[in-house]
């Protein structure tokens, strides 16, 4: 078992590779014979069925009965007239020494899985010698079968991610240091999603310098692209339930759990009471919250049971980058205070989201007012210089970067100095000192009606930043520019 993209296709050919190549013969003392049903490229009829198929006796029962018809058509009962494959396999297997590779559980739906779970649990029942082997991903196992072990594949450790990087990348050192400078190092434990990253690296010689840009294509490709690549429709339990909508629902999901329930880890009521917040959004029935979790994690490998009665989102970065793609869609004036106050880093990533990284963080900002934390407001600035919005020169965002200077007021040097090295940042903030300087004194004075910035329903501040950012910080270096 695993998640998708942790190996468990890859894995299972590998075990294949290496019985063939008889590197595991010490398990058994007569070499064993590999035999490998894809249980997704099947048109499933019955177990017993296609692994006849795969050795190739179907055409044997055909001949028995006399029939010409295609052998790859013949219903189970039809075979069972003649004699019952369901006796004559399994002694046949033994007699092989055979492996039985069946990979795929979770992909076959409903229906189909429950008539392939009895069949197997006979077939188990039966074999004395031969072995079965099942992939399926986490969360879509819900039962024990007799005689079975479960096995979970592990993440990948460093040592593991440094060695794939090295096969990769002739020069994985700068690719490790992209990683680190820009977060994103907690997503390579898996090694779709490493080599994904890997493969843009390669071909661009660099990471996206916006990590959101990287987490859609990860996130799009957990959703859709594994079984798009691998020719797989997923059957869901709900008509309207594709991809756009899990990626809608997840969205909504995130939000409501990062700043209603609070929680990164949260418990199956704390889900429950989000999903009725949201269910109807989605035309998803009230009371299936768990089923619906079930079905994010089968599906995406993004919603994760960790026992217990408890879930949570895979990763953090994800969890926050799809709050934030909920936050970017959502009205500008629906954004609570307290957001900022409580957890500030999907706002920073819906700032890089928005299609108007200016508007974004400025009305933001000039909303917040002069009294929160300096704390939270450096959180949010260093989130801001790692997600890398796109921002433009103009009057506005310069006096959103004086807003929150003067939150920080002289906080952390080190990364004021860091944002304002950004040369659009620089100049932003030179177009709205020199408004400023201009008009002190009306602003002080809160003189006549509001201006706004053009374009918005932002006024123009009336406040005037606090002397240690205009004149410890700025202003000097401001000067000395122009």
Same mark, same amino acid.
């Given at each position: 078992? =695993?998640?998708?993209?942790?190996?468990?296709?890859?894995?299972?050919?590998?075990?294949?590779?290496?019985?063939?190549?008889?590197?595991?013969?010490?398990?058994?003392?007569?070499?064993?014979?590999?035999?490998?049903?894809?249980? $997704?490229?099947?048109?499933?009829?019955?177990?017993?069925?296609?692994? #006849?198929?795969?050795?190739?006796?179907?055409?044997?029962?055909?001949?028995?009965?006399?029939?010409? !018809?295609?052998?790859?058509?013949?219903?189970?009962?039809?075979? +069972?007239?003649? !004699?019952?494959?369901?006796?004559?396999?399994?002694?046949?297997?033994?007699?092989? +020494? #055979?492996?039985?590779?069946?990979?795929?559980?979770?992909?076959?739906?409903?229906?189909? @899985?429950?008539?392939?779970?009895? %069949?197997?649990?006979?077939?188990?029942?039966?074999?004395? *010698?031969?072995?079965?082997?099942?992939? &399926? @991903?986490?969360?879509?196992?819900?039962?024990?079968?007799?005689?079975?072990?479960? /096995?979970?594949? !592990?993440?990948?450790?460093?040592?593991?991610?440094?060695?794939?990087?090295? /096969?990769?990348?002739?020069?994985?050192?700068?690719?490790?240091?992209?990683?680190?400078?820009? *977060?994103?190092? %907690?997503? &390579?434990?898996?090694?779709?999603?490493?080599?994904?990253?890997?493969?843009?690296?390669?071909?661009?010689?660099?990471?996206?310098?916006?990590?959101?840009?990287?987490?859609?294509?990860?996130?799009?490709?957990?959703?859709?692209?594994?079984?798009?690549?691998?020719?797989?429709?997923?059957?869901?339990?709900?008509? +309207?339930?594709?991809?756009?909508?899990?990626?809608?629902?997840?969205?909504?999901?995130?939000?409501?759990?990062?700043?209603?329930?609070?929680?990164?880890?949260?418990?199956?009521?704390?889900?429950?009471?989000?999903? *009725?917040?949201?269910?109807? @959004?989605?035309?998803?029935?009230?009371?299936?919250?768990?089923?619906? #979790?079930?079905?994010?994690?089968?599906?995406? =490998?993004?919603?994760?049971?960790?026992?217990?009665?408890?879930?949570?989102? !895979?990763?953090?970065?994800?969890?926050?980058?799809? &709050?934030?793609?909920?936050?970017?869609?959502?009205?500008?004036?629906?954004?609570?205070?307290?957001?900022?106050?409580?957890?500030?880093?999907?706002?920073?990533?819906?700032?890089?989201?928005?299609?108007?990284?200016?508007?974004?963080?400025?009305?933001?900002?000039?909303?917040?007012?002069?009294?929160? %934390?300096?704390?939270?407001?450096?959180?949010?600035?260093? $989130?801001?210089?790692?997600?890398?919005?796109?921002?433009?020169?103009? %009057?506005?965002?310069?006096?959103?970067?004086?807003?929150?200077?003067?939150?920080?007021?002289?906080?952390?040097?080190?990364?004021?100095? *860091?944002?304002?090295?950004?040369?659009?940042?620089?100049?932003?903030?030179?177009?709205?000192?020199?408004?400023?300087?201009?008009?002190?004194?009306?602003?002080?004075?809160?003189?006549?009606?509001?201006?706004?910035?053009?374009?918005?329903?932002?006024?123009?501040?009336?406040?005037?930043?606090?002397?240690?950012?205009?004149?410890?910080?700025?202003?000097?270096?401001?000067?000395?520019?122009?």
């Amino acid at each position: 078992m =695993g998640d998708p993209g942790a190996g468990k296709t890859t894995t299972l050919k590998r075990l294949v590779a290496e019985i063939l190549r008889y590197k595991l013969k010490y398990l058994i003392a007569k070499r064993p014979i590999p035999i490998v049903v894809t249980l $997704r490229d099947e048109n499933f009829q019955s177990l017993h069925l296609m692994i #006849a198929d795969k050795l190739g006796i179907l055409s044997y029962f055909s001949k028995y009965k006399g029939k010409n !018809s295609d052998p790859h058509k013949m219903k189970k009962k039809e075979v +069972n007239d003649t !004699s019952s494959l369901a006796d004559i396999l399994p002694i046949l297997l033994d007699e092989m +020494n #055979a492996i039985i590779f069946l990979d795929g559980l979770d992909e076959l739906d409903h229906g189909e @899985r429950v008539s392939f779970e009895r %069949e197997l649990q006979q077939l188990a029942r039966k074999l004395q *010698k031969a072995r079965v082997i099942i992939t &399926c @991903r986490s969360g879509s196992h819900v039962r024990d079968f007799f005689n079975f072990s479960t /096995y979970e594949i !592990s993440p990948l450790d460093e040592a593991q991610v440094s060695a794939v990087a090295e /096969y990769w990348l002739d020069d994985p050192d700068n690719f490790f240091k992209e990683l680190e400078k820009l *977060k994103l190092t %907690e997503i &390579c434990d898996r090694p779709l999603l490493l080599i994904q990253t890997l493969v843009f690296y390669r071909k661009k010689d660099y990471l996206p310098k916006q990590p959101s840009k990287l987490y859609r294509n990860l996130t799009l490709l957990l959703l859709a692209e594994w079984d798009e690549q691998r020719a797989i429709i997923r059957k869901s339990d709900y008509a +309207n339930f594709e991809r756009d909508d899990k990626y809608d629902f997840l969205a909504a999901l995130a939000h409501e759990l990062t700043y209603f329930s609070k929680k990164k880890t949260f418990r199956e009521e704390d889900l429950i009471k989000a999903y *009725k917040r949201i269910h109807r @959004r989605f035309e998803l029935p009230i009371n299936e919250a768990k089923t619906v #979790a079930r079905e994010l994690e089968s599906h995406t =490998g993004i919603v994760v049971d960790i026992g217990a009665g408890s879930f949570q989102l !895979s990763y953090l970065s994800l969890q926050e980058y799809l &709050c934030a793609e909920y936050l970017v869609r959502s009205p500008l004036s629906d954004l609570k205070q307290r957001y900022f106050t409580e957890y500030p880093a999907p706002l920073a990533i819906a700032v890089a989201l928005a299609p108007d990284p200016n508007h974004w963080f400025s009305h933001l900002v000039l909303e917040m007012g002069q009294n929160d %934390e300096a704390v939270v407001a450096n959180i949010f600035l260093n $989130r801001i210089i790692i997600e890398k919005p796109s921002f433009v020169k103009s %009057e506005f965002l310069g006096y959103g970067v004086l807003a929150l200077l003067s939150i920080l007021d002289g906080y952390s040097h080190e990364t004021t100095q *860091k944002f304002l090295d950004q040369k659009v940042i620089f100049e932003s903030v030179g177009l709205a000192l020199r408004r400023f300087e201009k008009k002190e004194k009306h602003y002080r004075k809160k003189l006549g009606a509001p201006e706004f910035f053009e374009g918005t329903d932002v006024a123009i501040p009336t406040f005037a930043p606090r002397p240690s950012v205009r004149y410890g910080i700025l202003l000097p270096s401001f000067l000395k520019e122009n």
